[in-house]
Each structure stands twice: as C-alpha cells, then as structure tokens.
C-alpha cells in the first residue's frame, strides 16, 4: 500500500516557499550575501521561478533575475522550462561532493537514522542549526505507511518550530536562546498553536528531561521526539528527531528515546 497523505498543513507551512529568515537578512547585504540568499533559497524548495526567488528573498525582481543570470553564467545553477526555472548546477554539486569528503555530522550518523527508521517504522530526520533556523540535512523514512512527509532535506525552519528545531535552540546557553527566542516569535503568524509561553515551556521540559516532545503543535495528529547531538567536547552538532502519528510517538516515547541516545553513544566518537 503506498503512504499515506498527511492531514493538510495550516498557514504559511502550505506554501511552497516560505520567506527564510536567513535569506532574508542575507539579501540586504552586499552583492555576495544577495547571491547567498538566492543559494539558500532554492536549498529549500528548488527548482523555482523568479517571482518565487524575489518573494522568498525579499530581492526586488530586477536584481533577483541579474544574481540568477551570473550564477546560471557560472554553472552555480541550471535554467529550464518555460516559464524558466532554475535548480542547482554542476558547480554546486561539485562542492557538494567536495563537502561530502570532510568529517560532517550527516555521514556519522546517518547510519544510525537507518537503523532507527528501520526501528520504529517513522520518519528520522537529522537537522542542523544555521543562524537563527534549523536546517534538515539528512531524513531517513521507515516502513509505517502514514509517513511524515512536510520536511525535507534542505527544509528549514524558525529555530524552535517543530521538535528537532526545538531541541537545537533548547540546547543552546540560556542567554542565547532567549535572543534567538525573540527572533522566532517574529515569525509565529505562521504557526498559530505555538507561542512564546508554549516555547518555553519546552526549554523547562527539556532543562528537566533532556529531550523535547511536540505533539499536535505544528500539523494535525502529528507529534515528534527531540535529542541533541552533542560531541565529547561540548559541542552541538545536531538534532535527531523521530515523526509519525501523535498516538505511535506519544506511546512509546520512552523507548524511542532510550534508542536515539543509544545509536549517538555508538556514532559518536571516543573522547
């Protein structure tokens, strides 16, 4: 039986594209950072049309399209159809597979989501902070038929919107997560069931647990699990996170948990 659709999801998360904080702070700086912008924008959602690129970015149309036209010049990116729209070029897959060679925590531990997803039957996802935004940079799907499919790689999110996105900001220094608090909150029109107080009652329950639980807050009948990614030293590399059904994650929350910080001890390497 193929997967199942998920219920519809509400506001601004239905769109296709969705203004990036990051991109849109990067398209106000000089001729470099607008190019920046264009690059992060399609990591989310390529390929895309000009008029995607312009809104997502905030770049008027005239610069958007002479940014689009060097980069495609370049082989940054590649145009096709009609109306033209524009994706990733040899050059950028080529520092892909250039990145791909470097120590990353996506090829660490990417056998460990296997292995979960294989475990517990849902979507795995592995997410990464980028400024103020969770980026997903790994997602590993299980063999249950109702599957979380509104994240996916390149998908990015206000940090603290959704359970993996909450994690990373929850594990962040107090200090700091209450500036990047106050830059999510800007951008919660598009999530109508979270608030501030909601968010950070996660920072209490994760302080308290060490993990985030997210149930029914983002789409309907959805919920996720949470558990930082810390190195030996201190560092945070990531977020694992576990979706499916609210009533699957919510029942065996315990278990799945036990299972992620199992398979970290195990990715993770010795002090």
Request: charged letters at 20%; hydrophobic letters at 45%; glycine letters at 8%.
């Amino acid at each position: 039986m193929p997967p199942a659709n998920l219920p519809q999801r509400q506001g601004a998360a239905m769109r296709k594209t969705i203004s990036s904080p990051t991109a849109m702070r990067l398209a106000k700086g000089n001729a470099i950072s607008k190019a920046c912008a264009v690059l992060s924008t399609l990591s989310t959602a390529a390929p895309l049309r000009l008029n995607e690129i312009a809104d997502a970015t905030g770049l008027n149309r005239v610069t958007a399209l002479r940014i689009l036209d060097d980069l495609t010049e370049a082989g940054f990116l590649i145009r096709s159809g009609s109306p033209p729209r524009y994706d990733f070029g040899t050059e950028v897959h080529a520092l892909a597979a250039a990145a791909a060679r470097s120590q990353n925590p996506r090829d660490m531990l990417r056998p460990a989501l296997l292995r979960l997803a294989a475990f517990c039957g849902d979507t795995v996802l592995l997410s990464v902070r980028s400024g103020a935004e969770s980026v997903c940079i790994e997602r590993v799907t299980g063999d249950f038929p109702i599957r979380a499919n509104y994240l996916h790689v390149g998908s990015r999110r206000p940090l603290g919107v959704g359970a993996g996105s909450m994690t990373l900001l929850a594990a962040l220094p107090p200090a700091e997560r209450e500036v990047f608090l106050d830059m999510t909150c800007q951008h919660l029109a598009a999530y109508p069931r979270l608030s501030r107080d909601r968010l950070k009652a996660h920072f209490q329950h994760y302080d308290a647990h060490g993990f985030v639980g997210m149930y029914d807050q983002i789409v309907d009948m959805m919920g996720a699990i949470g558990i930082p990614v810390i190195a030996p030293h201190g560092q945070l590399l990531g977020a694992i996170s576990i979706v499916g059904l609210t009533d699957r994650i919510r029942g065996r929350e315990a278990a799945l948990i036990a299972a992620v910080k199992a398979e970290i001890r195990q990715a993770l390497p010795p002090v």
